[in-house]
């Protein structure tokens, strides 16, 4: 018997883009403030539009392919599933649906008894400049949900370690 997964609230939504500076020009032109850009570890950077509310979408960019297809190689799903997107879909558009969490590891063991286990939990950190100009550093620990039917529709959970 399978237990349904408890609701997640809405955290964000990862918008592939193939020019990061295009798409904080578009969002700022639409009204919108633009965080100061976030590296990953892992290749990729982004440039959040957070509202009120706590939720955000994020441009997501390659800024470094071959620490991408090296972190996708070594079992990096984030990395992987933003390549096979690019690669089955182009450089812009809406790959991920992202939930928040306060215990990413729960929703792991969740989705692999409920059979959508995408891959293993990805922690890292990055740092983060606020609008004030502060900077932190900030932990995240991601569970990933997928249907091997539906390749390219990815669902995460996003457990925020230390956030400011």
Do not use: W
Request: proline letters at 5%.
């Amino acid at each position: 018997m399978t237990t349904p997964l408890n609701p997640r609230p809405l955290d964000h939504v990862v918008l592939p883009t193939a020019d990061l500076g295009v798409a904080r020009d578009r969002h700022q032109r639409l009204g919108f403030n633009v965080a100061a850009v976030g590296v990953h570890p892992f290749g990729t950077e982004n440039a959040c539009v957070y509202f009120e509310d706590g939720t955000f979408l994020e441009p997501l960019a390659i800024s470094r392919r071959e620490a991408v297809e090296a972190a996708s190689r070594a079992g990096n799903v984030f990395a992987a599933r933003d390549l096979a997107y690019r690669f089955r879909r182009g450089e812009e558009g809406f790959s991920a649906v992202v939930f928040g969490t306060d215990d990413a590891a729960r929703d792991d063991r969740r989705f692999r008894n409920a059979g959508f286990d995408a891959g293993k939990i990805l922690d890292f950190d990055r740092d983060f400049v606020g609008p004030d100009g502060s900077a932190a550093r900030m932990e995240f620990r991601l569970a990933f949900a997928a249907d091997l039917r539906s390749p390219d529709v990815f669902f995460f959970t996003c457990q925020r370690i230390n956030a400011p």
